[in-house]
């Protein structure tokens, strides 16, 4: 496997998306040296609003990942490599696929802010 791409923390969806842009890592769900499908869960992270999966959207084998469980990162920050073949790189799109696991509260709205 001759190419590598970078596992990127993507851009929040509003419902969850926090004022500070930073998650947090709370696992990686995927060893280093392991193999990676699309759609595999990869690392587990969360902000004040929610806890998310990270699912790869590309294949390869994880290489390497970065931080330890816990730290702080910000959106759009590399947190992960996946080595892979040519072909198997995802191209034009974002490298992770974001899925909401657990809502921890809920955002207000408009209609349910105190005035």
């Known amino acids: ?5 970078y596992f990127s923390v993507p851009r929040l969806p509003p419902e969850v998306a926090h ?9 990686y769900l995927t060893a280093e040296g392991s193999p990676v499908d699309v759609g595999s869960p990869i ?3 969360e902000n004040y609003w929610a806890v998310m999966t990270l699912r790869a959207n590309g294949t390869g084998i ?21 080595g892979a ?4 790189i ?8 974001l899925e909401i696991t657990e809502y921890k509260r809920s955002k207000p709205t408009r209609d349910n802010r105190s005035a």
Do not use: H
Not at 85 to 88: F, V
């Open 1 to 5: 496997m001759p190419f590598w791409y």
């Open 62 to 82: 994880l290489k390497k990942t970065f931080f330890d469980r816990g730290t702080s990162v910000k959106i759009g920050d590399p947190i992960a490599i996946i």
């Open 85 to 88: 073949d040519g072909e198997c």
């Open 19 to 27: 004022q500070s842009n930073l998650v947090e890592i709370r696992n």
């Open 90 to 97: 995802p191209y034009g799109k974002e490298p992770a696929v």
């Open 43 to 45: 690392a587990l992270v």
